[in-house]
């Protein structure tokens, strides 16, 4: 059984920054692809940032060139880094671990808030 804990959520002012972690429990982190996804109130879920077991990563079009994913596999963590965040960004951000199947397993989100 995998588990997955977020951290680093908080409240943000536009412009800011916030680095959210993403701890896995189980073995063999280091073959599945991760990724961070978001839901806002009132919206479906959706695609933040993924990265791959060699490393390869994809983002929204809405994040890129100001988000930042990245993968410890000796720490089985995984990293969101968000920098000139907007209100837009305001969200809970899941992470996910890819399996196959439809498979996947989730965390349980934290709150990101970017609000004067």
């Known amino acids: 059984q995998v588990q997955l804990v977020e951290s680093g959520g908080g409240l943000v002012q536009p412009g800011g920054s916030l680095s959210l972690s993403c701890a896995a429990s189980g073995i063999f982190f280091s073959i599945y692809t991760m990724g961070w996804y978001r839901q806002a109130p009132g919206k479906q879920r959706e695609l933040v940032a993924t990265v791959t077991n060699s490393g390869s990563t994809n983002y929204a079009d809405s994040v890129k060139g100001r988000f930042t994913i990245s993968r410890d596999n000796a720490k089985n963590t995984v990293y969101l880094q968000m920098n000139s965040l907007k209100p837009e960004d305001t969200a809970v951000y899941y992470c996910?671990?890819?399996?196959?199947?439809?498979?996947?397993?989730w965390g349980k989100g934290t709150l990101v808030t970017v609000s004067s």
């Open positions: 996910n671990q890819k399996r196959s199947g439809g498979k996947d397993y």
